[in-house]
Protein backbone atom coordinates (compact mmCIF):
# COMPACT_ATOMS: atom_id res chain seq x y z
CA UNK A 1 0.00 0.00 0.00
CA UNK A 2 1.29 3.35 -1.01
CA UNK A 3 2.35 6.10 1.95
CA UNK A 4 -0.77 7.94 2.43
CA UNK A 5 0.69 9.85 5.30
CA UNK A 6 -0.61 13.18 3.94
CA UNK A 7 -4.40 11.98 3.67
CA UNK A 8 -6.56 14.99 3.21
CA UNK A 9 -3.50 17.67 3.30
CA UNK A 10 -3.63 20.23 1.25
CA UNK A 11 -0.83 21.40 -0.47
CA UNK A 12 -0.87 24.71 -2.94
CA UNK A 13 2.48 24.85 -5.52
CA UNK A 14 2.62 28.02 -7.01
CA UNK A 15 4.22 28.64 -10.04
CA UNK A 16 4.04 30.46 -13.62
CA UNK A 17 5.38 29.96 -17.30
CA UNK A 18 8.40 28.56 -17.53
CA UNK A 19 9.02 27.16 -14.05
CA UNK A 20 11.76 23.96 -13.96
CA UNK A 21 9.83 21.35 -15.01
CA UNK A 22 11.12 18.47 -12.94
CA UNK A 23 11.01 20.59 -9.37
CA UNK A 24 7.05 21.30 -9.68
CA UNK A 25 5.68 17.34 -11.35
CA UNK A 26 8.45 15.40 -9.50
CA UNK A 27 7.34 16.99 -5.59
CA UNK A 28 3.43 17.30 -7.19
CA UNK A 29 3.84 13.56 -7.47
CA UNK A 30 5.51 12.67 -4.34
CA UNK A 31 2.78 14.69 -2.30
CA UNK A 32 -0.18 12.98 -4.34
CA UNK A 33 1.93 9.45 -3.87
CA UNK A 34 1.36 10.33 0.04
CA UNK A 35 -2.37 11.32 0.35
CA UNK A 36 -1.80 15.07 -0.34
CA UNK A 37 -4.46 17.25 -2.15
CA UNK A 38 -2.27 19.08 -4.87
CA UNK A 39 -3.65 22.45 -6.25
CA UNK A 40 -1.49 24.20 -9.47
CA UNK A 41 -1.96 28.06 -8.54
CA UNK A 42 -0.87 30.82 -11.38
CA UNK A 43 -1.50 34.59 -12.55
CA UNK A 44 -3.26 33.29 -15.04
CA UNK A 45 -6.18 30.05 -15.73
CA UNK A 46 -5.64 27.67 -18.51
CA UNK A 47 -1.98 26.31 -18.51
CA UNK A 48 1.96 27.36 -18.00
CA UNK A 49 4.33 26.46 -19.73
CA UNK A 50 7.17 24.20 -18.19
CA UNK A 51 10.89 24.27 -19.03
CA UNK A 52 13.72 21.46 -18.25
CA UNK A 53 16.67 23.83 -17.93
CA UNK A 54 16.14 26.58 -20.85
CA UNK A 55 13.84 24.56 -23.34
CA UNK A 56 10.39 24.69 -23.28
CA UNK A 57 8.90 20.95 -22.36
CA UNK A 58 5.63 20.22 -20.97
CA UNK A 59 2.91 22.54 -20.07
CA UNK A 60 0.58 22.03 -17.14
CA UNK A 61 -2.94 22.79 -16.20
CA UNK A 62 -3.27 25.92 -13.40
CA UNK A 63 -6.53 24.61 -10.69
CA UNK A 64 -6.65 27.88 -9.27
CA UNK A 65 -5.48 31.56 -9.98
CA UNK A 66 -4.14 33.86 -7.18
CA UNK A 67 -7.46 35.81 -7.71
CA UNK A 68 -9.70 32.37 -6.75
CA UNK A 69 -8.36 31.31 -4.09
CA UNK A 70 -6.70 32.13 -0.23
CA UNK A 71 -3.82 31.19 1.92
CA UNK A 72 -6.52 29.37 4.39
CA UNK A 73 -7.81 27.10 1.94
CA UNK A 74 -4.39 25.08 2.03
CA UNK A 75 -2.04 23.54 4.62
CA UNK A 76 1.40 23.90 2.91
CA UNK A 77 2.81 25.72 0.29
CA UNK A 78 5.61 24.79 -2.61
CA UNK A 79 7.61 26.88 -4.79
CA UNK A 80 9.32 24.86 -7.83
CA UNK A 81 12.32 26.93 -9.10
CA UNK A 82 13.12 28.24 -12.68
CA UNK A 83 14.61 31.74 -13.29
CA UNK A 84 12.07 32.78 -15.15
CA UNK A 85 9.36 31.40 -13.34
CA UNK A 86 10.68 32.74 -9.89
CA UNK A 87 11.41 36.06 -11.02
CA UNK A 88 7.99 36.87 -12.50
CA UNK A 89 5.99 35.71 -9.64
CA UNK A 90 8.31 37.42 -6.64
CA UNK A 91 6.58 40.83 -8.29
CA UNK A 92 3.22 39.37 -7.90
CA UNK A 93 2.00 40.84 -4.45
CA UNK A 94 -0.83 38.19 -4.29
CA UNK A 95 1.94 35.55 -4.14
CA UNK A 96 3.43 37.63 -1.46
CA UNK A 97 1.13 37.94 0.65
CA UNK A 98 0.07 34.20 0.18
CA UNK A 99 3.46 33.19 1.03
CA UNK A 100 3.74 35.27 4.15
CA UNK A 101 0.40 33.77 5.24
CA UNK A 102 1.68 30.73 5.50
CA UNK A 103 4.84 31.28 7.43
CA UNK A 104 3.04 33.30 9.62
CA UNK A 105 0.54 31.22 10.30
CA UNK A 106 3.32 28.42 11.19
CA UNK A 107 2.65 26.46 8.06
CA UNK A 108 5.41 24.36 6.40
CA UNK A 109 6.75 25.78 2.72
CA UNK A 110 9.03 23.56 0.59
CA UNK A 111 11.29 25.97 -1.77
CA UNK A 112 13.92 24.77 -4.03
CA UNK A 113 16.11 26.55 -6.61
CA UNK A 114 15.39 30.13 -7.53
CA UNK A 115 11.73 29.92 -5.71
CA UNK A 116 13.35 31.82 -2.56
CA UNK A 117 13.30 34.86 -4.98
CA UNK A 118 9.35 35.28 -3.80
CA UNK A 119 10.80 34.83 -0.43
CA UNK A 120 13.22 37.55 -0.30
CA UNK A 121 10.58 39.88 -2.06
CA UNK A 122 8.02 38.65 0.78
CA UNK A 123 10.65 39.76 3.25
CA UNK A 124 10.64 36.02 4.79
CA UNK A 125 14.43 35.27 4.67
CA UNK A 126 16.05 37.19 7.28
CA UNK A 127 16.97 35.15 10.12
CA UNK A 128 16.31 31.91 8.19
CA UNK A 129 18.63 29.01 7.08
CA UNK A 130 18.39 27.96 3.81
CA UNK A 131 19.42 26.71 0.46
CA UNK A 132 19.05 27.87 -3.52
CA UNK A 133 20.63 27.85 -6.83
CA UNK A 134 23.85 29.06 -6.23
CA UNK A 135 23.38 31.79 -8.00
CA UNK A 136 20.73 33.51 -5.85
CA UNK A 137 22.91 33.47 -2.84
CA UNK A 138 23.79 36.65 -2.55
CA UNK A 139 20.15 37.62 -2.74
CA UNK A 140 19.34 35.31 0.18
CA UNK A 141 22.07 36.52 2.02
CA UNK A 142 21.60 40.60 1.66
CA UNK A 143 18.27 39.64 2.58
CA UNK A 144 19.28 38.45 5.79
CA UNK A 145 18.81 34.89 5.47
CA UNK A 146 21.84 32.29 6.52
CA UNK A 147 22.66 30.66 2.77
CA UNK A 148 24.23 27.26 2.87
CA UNK A 149 25.35 25.05 0.21
CA UNK A 150 23.74 21.73 1.09
CA UNK A 151 21.51 19.56 -0.85
CA UNK A 152 18.71 20.15 1.34
CA UNK A 153 18.17 22.21 4.40
CA UNK A 154 15.55 22.22 6.99
CA UNK A 155 14.98 25.20 9.25
CA UNK A 156 11.76 25.14 11.54
CA UNK A 157 8.36 25.14 9.52
CA UNK A 158 10.53 25.65 5.96
CA UNK A 159 12.84 23.16 3.52
CA UNK A 160 14.65 24.09 1.34
CA UNK A 161 17.11 22.50 -1.69
CA UNK A 162 19.36 23.85 -4.85
CA UNK A 163 18.15 22.10 -8.53
CA UNK A 164 16.56 19.23 -9.80
CA UNK A 165 19.00 16.60 -8.77
CA UNK A 166 18.77 17.39 -4.95
CA UNK A 167 14.67 16.38 -5.94
CA UNK A 168 15.03 12.79 -4.36
CA UNK A 169 16.21 14.27 -0.72
CA UNK A 170 13.81 17.12 -0.75
CA UNK A 171 10.73 15.24 -1.59
CA UNK A 172 11.54 13.05 1.14
CA UNK A 173 12.28 15.84 3.84
CA UNK A 174 9.33 17.93 2.86
CA UNK A 175 7.23 15.09 2.75
CA UNK A 176 8.08 14.45 6.32
CA UNK A 177 8.09 18.40 7.45
CA UNK A 178 4.45 18.63 5.93
CA UNK A 179 2.95 15.01 7.80
CA UNK A 180 4.72 16.42 11.20
CA UNK A 181 2.71 19.22 11.06
CA UNK A 182 -0.35 17.37 10.23
CA UNK A 183 0.29 15.10 12.37
CA UNK A 184 0.72 18.10 14.88
CA UNK A 185 -2.98 19.24 13.91
CA UNK A 186 -4.46 16.23 14.75
CA UNK A 187 -3.13 15.86 18.00
CA UNK A 188 -4.27 19.53 18.82
CA UNK A 189 -7.37 18.90 17.49
Request: charged share 30%.
Amino acid sequence: MADQSLQGFRVAIIANDLFEQSELLEPKKALEGAGAHVKVISTKAGEIQGVQHDTKDQKVKVDLTLDQTSPDDFDALMLPGGAMNADSLRMEKKAQEFARAIDSSGRPLAVICHGPWLLVSANLVKGRKMTSYFTIQDDIRNAGGDWQDSDCVVDKNWVSSRKPADLPRFNQEMIRIFSEHLERGRRAA
